[in-house]
């Protein structure tokens, strides 16, 4: 809720100022310890509820008239899953700005492109313009590890920010342009059902080291009664790989999974565990789950010879 002390212009906590201070702040109320100044003619206030939108937002009023957020910054006000080190590293990262045409934004804090900006791939969001959820997952993935643009990509299609048909769209647009090839190779790994980005993580893991693709959160039925959903099945094998994030490190939570894995192991399925540390060791992962597919694969049935 507004305050005598909030800038009639304020847009997600942040504001432009000028040497006289702000729209109804004067410049030493706009210079206190209340506001963090990013760079040259903007603040934000470091009490918002969101600072991180907050800051990018003080970003995009700071530099052109036509500037919008773009790239990781874009992804992150869209609420898609960047890789840990970039989300963690948030507040020391400059924010990515660009704009259509014009010299590209160069001033502190910012990290500016120039970028062919279609009018459908630009659009607002959360009070501030920046491109689509399309195009910002095409424009990450020319910088990011491909299995975290697969995560992306899921999140896109599953959160219906964008379908595959969009996707694929982009991708058709981009032709030659930076990220391309990287995008078209993490849009075939994309799918819709993944419930998290540490569950894409690893199936795209899997699935680049060779692993027949797995059927993302199938329903495990037993003579007509639902066992569990499982984040990734290889339905010949009867084998689960589950993807187990901070989520399940409660008490309560490991109680409920041991429960399950129960009922799985009894219904004659093998149950593997991943968790964040093997996403660091992907061949591992890779070696451990193809064991299991070929050593619980039935073999084909055997072909008789005509006489």
């Known amino acids: 809720m507004p305050t005598d002390d909030t800038p009639i212009s304020e847009v997600n906590g942040a504001f432009r100022v000028t040497a006289l201070g702000a729209d ?7 210079r206190g310890p209340r506001f963090a100044a990013p760079s040259r003619g903007v603040r934000y206030r470091v009490d918002h509820a969101d600072p991180r939108l907050a800051r990018h937002t003080a970003a995009v009023l ?4 036509h500037a919008i957020l773009a790239g990781l910054s874009a992804a992150q006000a869209w609420g898609l899953p960047t890789p840990p080190w970039i989300g963690l590293e ?46 910002t997952w095409l424009d990450c993935a020319a910088s990011i590890p491909l299995p975290h643009a697969v995560a992306m990509g899921d999140a896109v299609l599953a959160q219906g920010l964008a379908s595959q048909e969009d996707l694929a769209a982009i991708v058709s647009w981009a032709k030659r342009r930076r990220g391309v090839v990287a995008a078209r190779r993490a849009g075939a790994l994309l799918d819709e059902r993944s419930a998290s980005p540490g569950e894409s993580l690893a199936r795209a893991h899997l699935v680049l080291g060779g692993v027949a693709a797995p059927v993302c959160n199938h329903d495990v039925i037993v003579n007509g009664e639902w066992i569990a959903r499982v984040d990734l099945a290889w339905l010949a094998a009867r084998l689960a790989v589950e993807y187990d994030g901070e989520v399940h490190l409660t008490e309560v939570r490991r109680r409920h999974d041991a429960a399950r894995r129960n009922l799985l192991q009894a219904a004659g399925w093998q149950v593997i565990t991943l968790t964040a540390a093997d996403l660091g060791r992907p061949w591992a992962m890779v070696s451990l789950v193809r064991a299991a597919i070929v050593e619980r694969t039935p073999p084909p049935p055997p072909r008789h010879r005509r006489r």
């Open 90 to 135: 948030w507040a020391n990262r400059p924010v990515s700005v660009a704009v259509g045409d014009g010299n590209r934004p160069r001033r502190g804090d910012v990290e500016g492109h120039r970028l062919l900006l279609p009018t459908g791939h630009v659009t607002h969001f959360q009070g501030v313009r920046l491109t689509t959820p399309a195009r």
């Open 62 to 65: 700071g530099s052109s008239g």
């Open 24 to 30: 109804g702040l004067s410049r030493e109320a706009a």
